[in-house]
Nanobody, 127 residues
Framework: QAQLVESGGGLVQAGGSLRLSCAASGRTFSSYAMGWFRQAPGKERDLVAAISWTGGSTYYADSVKGRFTISRDNAKNMVYLQMNSLKPEDTAVYYC????????????????????WGQGTQVTVSS
């Protein structure tokens, strides 16, 4: 399994930006799709964005389309989530996750497809 460590969370005002980073180790990072999930208190952990192993295909939840951008750097074993125009409803713990499927390049993802998780990083957006 991959080991994943998130960073970059914090407190930001509505309309501001944050960039989350996820450092991966422990397996061939570049061969697996990656995703960012978030979980607000009392709610399910939902997929926010995902990126294929090549970086050529991405998925975004409707709630973040046009505001968030997922990217990856396979040479550095890193995946990023650039979050712009943040809203109070974006407040959550954000988790980086690695897909179980080798060389997956599609655009359909569900939580059960992800087998490795980071510890999470808190994002708080104040109004």
């Amino acid at each position: 399994q991959a080991q994943l460590v998130e960073s970059g969370g914090g407190l930001v005002q509505a309309g501001g930006s944050l960039r989350l980073s996820c450092a991966a180790s422990g397996r061939t990072f570049s061969s697996y799709a990656m995703g960012w999930f978030r979980q607000a208190p009392g709610k399910e952990r939902d997929l926010v964005a995902a990126i294929s192993w090549t970086g050529g295909s991405t998925y975004y939840a409707d709630s973040v389309k046009g505001r968030f951008t997922i990217s990856r750097d396979n040479a550095k074993n890193m995946v990023y989530l650039q979050m712009n125009s943040l809203k109070p409803e974006d407040t959550a713990v954000y988790y980086c996750a690695a897909d179980r499927r080798l060389l997956y390049s599609g655009s359909y993802y569900q939580r059960s497809d992800f087998g490795s998780w980071g510890q999470g990083t808190q994002v708080t957006v104040s109004s």
